[in-house]
Antibody
Framework: VQLQESGPGLVKPSETLSLSCTVS?????????WGWIRQPPGKGLEWIGS???????FYNPSLKSRLSMSVDTSKNQFSLRLRSLTAADTAVYYC???????????????????WGQGTLVTVSS | DIQMTQSPSTLSASIGDRVTITCRAS??????LAWYQQKPGKAPNLLIY???SLEGGVPSRFSGSGSGTEFTLTISSLQPDDFATYYC?????????FGPGTKVDIK
């Protein structure tokens, strides 16, 4: 299984970031969640959001107002759009597969077993 | 949100040492905990899921234990390839949250 992120490396403040993740070796319609995680330079990991093959999404509440994700099963890809960027959004963005899925009445979660190599996105004018 | 803490933040150890990293959750997460290893410039690599299940291809010197709010990752005999940063992640509650990381470096 391989995941590959693509998108711009430099985005201006207030603009929108669009990233795609192309999956190979695993169908995006095979019962997994597909997610995004980011890591500011020198800092820890932050979960951004995850999407299922049906388009069902879970977003980090801290980003929800600026975030949208989509899935394209015909291209075996999923995508992220993050609006109104600031310098605080500068990070390495990873896409990953969510494999061990917890789905219950009042909760949801996954771990991440395969990751892309990551792409550095810098927000600067 | 569930807050995850890790201790120590940095650990200096020698080849062959037994190493233990602790991860604590701000409330019970049952056994819905994963551990990752990350090397500089690389993506995290899943080591352990559901607190104690070894991911395929991960050396058996790695083991995880715990439940509820306290968890440990143990490396039974530290190897040169193990110098890295280790993160825990809870997935019992939405949103998913990660610990701040533990850096294992050479003593």
């Amino acid at each position: 299984v391989q995941l590959q992120e693509s998108g711009p490396g430099l985005v201006k403040p207030s603009e929108t970031l669009s990233l795609s993740c192309t999956v190979s070796g695993s169908s995006i319609s095979s019962g997994y969640y597909w997610g995004w995680i980011r890591q500011p330079p020198g800092k820890g990991l932050e979960w951004i959001g995850s999407i299922y093959e049906t388009g069902s999404t879970f977003y980090n509440p801290s980003l929800k107002s600026r975030l949208s994700m989509s899935v394209d099963t015909s291209k075996n890809q999923f995508s992220l759009r993050l609006r109104s960027l600031t310098a605080a959004d500068t990070a390495v963005y990873y896409c990953a597969r969510g494999a061990d899925i917890l789905t219950a009445y009042n909760t949801w979660g996954v771990d991440f077993d395969y990751w892309g190599q990551g792409t550095l996105v810098t927000v600067s004018s | 949100d569930i807050q995850m803490t890790q201790s120590p933040s940095t650990l200096s150890a020698s080849i062959g040492d037994r190493v233990t990293i602790t991860c604590r959750a701000s409330q019970s997460i049952s056994r819905w905990l994963a551990w990752y290893q990350q090397k500089p410039g690389k993506a995290p690599n899943l080591l352990i899921y559901r607190a104690s299940s070894l991911e395929g291809g991960v050396p058996s010197r790695f083991s995880g234990s715990g439940s509820g709010t306290e968890f440990t990752l143990t490396i039974s005999s530290l190897q040169p390839d193990d110098f890295a940063t280790y993160y825990c992640q809870q997935y019992n509650y939405y949103p998913i949250t990660f610990g701040p990381g533990t850096k294992v470096d050479i003593k």
